[in-house]
């Protein structure tokens, strides 16, 4: 089961649902400039390297201390699946990095102030095993079109595509027919809805 969508000392070694929206419910990605500089952000703290900013420093570096196991940007709110390893709070730390870095750009981008986050992340500690697969595909089918979405994980986990910051592994390891039996699992949704029910009322929490 996922815990309660509270703020809460986070603990190591486990499986998190990172879940934000814009505040009053407001878009926070118009285009696809904005999807791709978030993801960019996800990427900068995550990849397999440190990378450094223009005046040659480098960035936290967290590859090391948590894995993203997927994710989906929609255009008012997003999710990421993360496993934590040792050091709960490097969790807080990329968030903050991600979220002030991309409120930035967006503000200067469309000439706002003021926050665009509805609040502090939510994260819902996945406390039982069997809610590792449901939470992949609960995040996977949140567009309708959820196939042919362009910001989400899925096609990592299908095989179409590979990135050292994006690591599916630990999912797709349940799935002894591997990208197939995953896509089939996702076309079963409908027999499984009241599991995804569950995860999304532990959401609205």
Known sequence: MPSRNIEKTLVPDSYYHIYNRGVEKRIIFKDDKDYTVFLNLLKRYLNKEPT???KNR???WLH???ELLAYCLMPNHFHLFVYVHDSPESLTQLMRCVCTAYTGYFNKKYKRVGHLFQSRYKASHILNDS?????SRYIHLNPK???GWKYSSLCYYIGNKHAA???PDRIMDL???GPMEYMRFMRDYEDNKAMLDEIKSELAG
């Open 52 to 54: 450094k900013d223009l």
């Open 58 to 60: 480098e960035y936290i």
């Open 64 to 66: 090391d201390d948590i």
């Open 131 to 135: 809610y590792l697969q449901h939470i």
């Open 145 to 147: 079109d959820y196939k």
């Open 165 to 167: 910051w994006i690591r």
């Open 175 to 177: 799935f002894d027919g």
